[in-house]
């Protein structure tokens, strides 16, 4: 999480940022593949956009499905 807030400060900021790149150097500090990080991300992204109207641009919040009948939740 700390690492999406770092890039959402940066966002914020209009500094540059290589998602790519954060993404790979935490691939090797944490052992887990690209896609799991970018799927947390989309996850905080989520959360951060309910809790403070901000999230990343680049990334658009993931909503968890329903349980049972596979469908997206309604916000």
Known sequence: MADYFAMLADDIAGRPYSNTEHNRLLQ??????????EH???????VSLKLTRQRIRAHQEHLPLAVGGGQRRAS
Not at 28 to 37: A, E, L, M, N, Q
Not at 40 to 46: C, R
């Open 40 to 46: 947390e991300y989309k996850n905080v992204s989520a």
């Open 28 to 37: 090797v500090v944490i052992d887990r593949p690209r896609g799991s990080i």
